[in-house]
């Protein structure tokens, strides 16, 4: 009995940590092998504090959530500067480091010979000292954890993990700030995997160096990847998996030098296996749900565009004042001057058209203004306002938003999700507000459905909201992409092409929507080499060449010049 | 005819880019594609190329269909294609990006076509030691041209050739292409966007738009702009 | 002092030669193919032990069993890219994906052999090492042997690289692999010769590492590491920028000890690793690594 006990209790620590490293790899995207570490760091200091300060169970458990997201959040710094497979490097060093200072730090740690004696838990005056009085306990606190990251990964603070997974150049244009995301989301994988490792501790009553191995982190990640990443419901049938079978093959009698790298075998071949033939896992993020979720209760009906775009203005044909103006900009790349001297205005309620050949810096003058890249020299004024310098999420906050040539849309979140996301001022993405103002959570997220459902009617995707963005056609896709744009609520929209890639019915299609956003109070900005769009849409046109404005005015006198013909067709 | 396109369609992932497309080249022809950034140009010389395959249409060279086989087996029967923006090697040398283009060519031929390539374009001779990354973007668009050329190919596909050069330079590199097919009589498919300097070497040419031909005729037909400025 | 400080930077420069060869052998792969191969790792374990069982198991001459054992490393290395990578290239998976299964492969591997031949480490015997004395400093003919196949090697790869038609095919790949489709490189080919040629590489330095200290079913996974972080610290893509950062980890691992317990050794190119990381992302000569494409 007391077996079966004890591989309860694993399973409950196990999906701790299968779960906790699931919000980090399935739903950030952050790819690191050092979650034992976590595990270790936690074990370590909550014995330590008891063994040596006499802390009490909660003390010391409160101890070592405290000092492991510390270290976790201490992490996510230098994760910020690598790219994803080198991240795995830093990861592996960082486990590897761990590793070493549990072995060889013998004042501290006594190395191999590992911390005994660590006392069982004593809980509100009860003394929690046999595995069938531990169980109950385990379970609760797995529950807790489970409920936690549950919440977490549901909250829209999930929401801009799983964005950021997808495209953090997108997310960042939207207004995220990832820096603060992923400090904070390592923070919370260690905090949360802290709480295991304290409870093994305080379980086993003897840890070494040796339950914190990189075999450690490896078996984590195959208990994720087997069970489905992005998914925690999958965390918990893959830690059930993963914990029974290899205890099932006891039963196998394989004798027991050769059982632990037998394991280890069976983890590997699981991961192989399963990369390669079931990458999803499991239970794959969306199974259950796909083509399913949140489509409104059919009798809801829609009102397309009211309030979500902001209100109808009277049609009147923009009122002239500058919105955004470009002074003497300049931008060089090594030696190519991109941008020479570029002077340019934005009318507010206007759609402006930018034309020009090849390298004219049209897309540069994008960049420029949304803080992707820095001017070497010039102004940018948007209401009075200087950009330079800013951010390209503080811009985007600022109501500036653009599209991307390539669409960089969240492709394996739904339709929904990739509008809610760039809803604008969504306080409940802090993660302190996720845990201490719940029932906010819960009201401000109906209130995005429903905004986000207005734009999707708007652009005629309303009937696609629960599928995935990547299994949308082309022409959806950029629709989509608009509705994500419109989303962010800003006035100043600059739009990368946006009828590149389509067919001639699809461009009408969407050449009809830009039209009337001018109505609702938009100021937009084309980039396009499609004249017909051009022609159709746009009052006034500039025309770039070089890298400066050479020519302004209505599409019919730019297009009666020959001298602009010349530049624009080559001599 | 020597390259015959027929209805092809063809793009990237969900993107479909090509909407039926179709043309020809003679032999030893000149012809200019000229349209809007974006009309699937690019796209159309890759899919002749063979780095991508068509979904539908057929593509026929010498007669015998070509489409959806590796563009290695094209590069051998005498297709080269010049991508856009300096195709060449920037880590290695310009002689050793002349000699990786020349990696399908029979070893003793090797030694005269760079010879021809030299004569051709003498400033690679000079610099033939020089970091390829290094050169002018000129330089890089004649050591470009100059890659495709020891394939002695019969169909040349250029990319923009132009696209970043000063005026003067474009001017050099359009006398080029004639050149060459003066000289080795290669037929040449030129996607460009300096459309005037693309006329005045063209026997025909073809405007594209959103992926489709738009128009077809001789150079002389594309005179006034304003027909340029509605087809673009 | 001033001998110990000698002793150090002669024993530095002698394993740092071996984390040379090591670095380059995982470069080739990592430059040509951009595939994070950290089974490799488990090429150089087989290496080792396959100079074990076939020196030691079979009683093979200490040359034939070398030679073997480089087969064998080729086989196991080509055999993964065929095998493992190429079907997962072919359904456009992630980088990470690939990552995921070159770790999950080196885990079947590591154990296998661990199972095979338990995780004592096994000497190979066979080598005539002699102590030389040079003054204050002190090293054996083995360590020499370290020396001069490690750099003789990474000379007889450059002559490849630069010397030879396939060599520079190779380069051209691993510069712009789309230019190779364009001129008719078969790339897969390439591919291939990067494998077996980082593999072979990688076999030599597992033996002599192996004459000196033994072989353990783990060693691989240092070894790797290490390869990697040279390879980081020095630049992707740069053969003597890896060399360079294999002799800057030898001899910080060594003068470290002056500072640090002996234990903390594998620490310290940790620690490179993340000022490199912090510092310095493209390494020492990288190629400078685009900015995020908008």
Wanted: hydrophobic fraction near 50%.
């Amino acid at each position: 009995m007391d077996y079966f006990i004890h591989v309860a209790i694993l399973i409950a620590l196990y999906t701790i940590l299968s779960t906790s490293y699931n919000l980090l790899i399935g739903y950030t995207g952050l790819f690191s092998i050092a979650h034992a570490a976590f595990y270790g760091i936690g074990a370590y200091t909550s014995a330590l504090l008891t063994l040596h300060f006499g802390a009490s169970f909660p003390l010391a458990l409160l101890g070592a959530i405290v000092v492991t997201a510390l270290v976790g959040g201490a992490i996510g710094v230098p994760a910020l500067r690598v790219r994803g497979d080198y991240l795995v490097i830093a990861s592996f060093g960082f486990q590897m480091i761990v590793f070493g200072v549990m072995l060889n730090w013998l004042a501290l740690t006594r190395g191999e010979g590992g911390l005994a004696g660590i006392p069982r838990p004593v809980l509100f005056g009860i003394k929690i000292f046999s595995p069938a009085a531990y169980l109950p306990l385990a379970v609760a606190v797995a529950g807790i954890c489970f409920l936690v990251t549950w919440w977490v990964a549901r909250s829209p603070f999930g929401r801009v993990l799983r964005a950021i997974r997808e495209d953090e150049v997108a997310a960042q244009s939207l207004g995220k700030d990832i820096v603060y995301f992923k400090i904070t989301v390592f923070a919370l994988a260690g905090g949360l995997a802290a709480v295991a490792g304290s409870f093994y501790a305080h379980y086993i009553t003897f840890i070494n160096p040796l339950s914190f191995t990189l075999d450690e982190s490896i078996f984590i990640m195959a208990v994720v990847l087997v069970g489905g990443a992005g998914n925690l419901w999958g965390s918990l049938v893959g830690t059930v998996a993963l914990v029974v079978a290899p205890e099932a093959l006891r039963f196998l009698r394989i004798p027991d030098a050769i059982a632990a790298p037998f394991r280890q075998i069976l983890y590997g071949l699981l991961l192989v296996l399963f990369v390669r033939f079931r990458p999803q896992g499991l239970i794959g993020e969306h199974s259950a749900t796909r083509g399913a979720r949140r489509v409104p209760a059919s009798g809801d009906k829609v009102e397309a565009g009211s309030s979500a775009l902001g209100t109808r203005l009277p049609h009147t044909a923009g009122n002239g004042k500058p919105l955004l103006t470009l002074r003497n900009v300049t931008k060089s790349f090594g030696g190519i001057r991109a941008l020479d001297n570029l002077s340019l205005t934005l009318e507010e309620g206007r759609i402006t058209g930018l034309i020009g050949p090849n390298g004219a810096g049209k897309t540069t003058a994008f960049n420029l203004i949304t803080g992707f890249l820095e001017p070497d020299a010039g102004s940018i004024v948007y209401r009075g306002r200087e950009l330079r310098g800013a951010k390209p999420h503080e811009i985007s906050r600022l109501g500036i938003a653009r599209s991307f040539q390539d669409l960089r849309l969240f492709p394996r979140m739904t339709v929904l999700d990739n509008v809610v996301v760039a809803l604008p001022g969504q306080r409940t993405e802090q993660l302190s507000l996720v845990f201490f103002a719940a029932p906010r959570v819960v009201s401000a997220e109906r209130e995005n459905l429903r905004r986000a459902y207005e734009l999707l009617a708007f652009v005629g995707l309303a009937e696609k909201a629960g599928e995935l963005a990547e299994d949308l056609s082309y022409p959806e896709q950029k629709l989509l992409a608009l509705a994500r744009l419109l989303a962010t609520q800003a006035n100043l929209l600059l739009l990368d092409e946006p009828a590149s890639g389509l067919d001639p019915t699809s461009v009408e299609a969407i050449m009809a929507l830009i039209r009337r956003l001018p109505d609702y109070g938009k100021t937009i900005c084309v980039i396009e080499h499609n004249l017909d769009v051009i022609k159709g849409l746009a009052d006034p046109v500039v025309f770039l060449n070089e890298g400066r404005a050479i020519a302004s005015g209505a599409p019919a006198q730019i297009m009666a010049s020959p001298q602009l013909a010349d530049i624009y067709f080559g001599v | 005819m020597l390259l015959d396109v027929r209805e092809v369609v063809a793009g990237y992932g969900k993107k479909t880019v090509l909407h039926g497309i179709s043309l020809e080249v003679g032999e030893e022809e000149i012809v200019a594609m000229i349209g809007h950034n974006g009309a699937g140009k690019t796209t159309l010389l890759r899919t002749i190329f063979g780095v991508l395959h068509p979904r539908e249409g057929e593509i026929r060279y010498c007669g015998a269909r070509i489409d959806g086989r590796r563009s290695a087996l094209n590069v051998r029967e005498g297709i080269a294609f010049v991508p856009q923006g300096h195709g060449v090697f920037p880590d290695l040398s310009v002689l050793e990006n002349l000699e990786l283009g020349a990696h399908t060519v029979q070893k003793a031929e090797v030694a005269d076509r760079l010879e021809a390539v030299f004569g051709l374009f003498p400033i690679l001779r000079e610099r033939h030691r020089q970091g390829a990354g290094t050169l002018s973007g000129g330089q890089q668009q004649m050591l470009a041209l100059g890659m495709a050329l020891v394939l002695r190919p019969q169909l040349l596909l250029l990319d923009e050739p132009s696209l970043g050069l000063a005026p003067f330079l474009v001017q050099r590199v359009l006398e080029a292409v004639v050149e060459i097919n003066h000289r080795f009589k290669t037929a040449i498919l030129l996607v460009e966007q300096n459309v005037k300097q693309a006329l005045q070497i063209a026997r025909r040419v073809y405007v594209m738009k959103v992926g489709q031909v738009v128009y077809t005729g001789a150079p002389e037909s594309l005179a006034q702009t304003q027909k340029l400025w509605q087809l673009f | 002092m001033l001998e110990l400080f000698a002793q150090l930077t002669v024993n530095g420069l002698v394993s740092g030669s071996l984390f040379a060869l090591l670095a380059i052998s995982f470069g080739v792969i990592l430059g040509t193919t951009r595939t994070f191969h950290f089974a490799h790792g488990i090429v150089y374990t087989a290496a080792a032990y396959g100079a074990y069982a076939f020196a030691e198991g079979l009683s093979l001459p200490l040359w034939l069993a070398v030679g073997l054992a480089v087969v064998v490393a080729v086989l196991l290395g080509v055999g993964i890219e065929v095998f493992v990578y190429q079907p997962l290239r072919r359904l456009y998976a992630s980088p990470l994906t690939v990552l995921i299964a070159s770790l999950g492969v080196l885990i079947i591997v590591e154990n296998a052999i661990a199972i095979f031949f338990s995780t004592d480490a096994k000497i190979v015997t066979g080598f005539p090492s002699r102590l030389i004395v040079l003054g204050e400093v002190a090293f054996t003919t083995l360590h020499l042997a370290m020396v001069l196949v490690s750099w003789s090697l990474f000379f007889i790869l450059l002559l490849y690289l630069y010397r030879t038609k396939t060599g520079k095919a190779m380069r051209g790949v691993a510069t712009s692999p789309e230019m190779a489709e364009i001129v008719g490189i078969d790339t897969r080919r390439v591919f291939v010769g990067a494998f077996a040629i980082g593999s072979a590489l990688a076999a030599p330095a597992a033996i002599l590492y192996t004459l000196d200290k033994g072989a353990t079913p783990d060693m691989g996974v240092t070894a790797v590491l290490m390869a990697a972080i040279a390879v980081i610290v020095g630049g992707v893509g740069s053969l003597p920028g890896a060399a360079l950062g294999g002799m800057i980890i030898g001899l910080a691992r060594n003068w470290g000890i002056w500072l640090l317990p002996s234990e903390w050794q594998s620490a310290i190119a940790f620690g490179i690793l993340l000022l490199v990381i912090l510092f310095r992302p493209t390494g020492l000569f990288g190629v400078k690594l685009r900015k995020a494409e908008v």
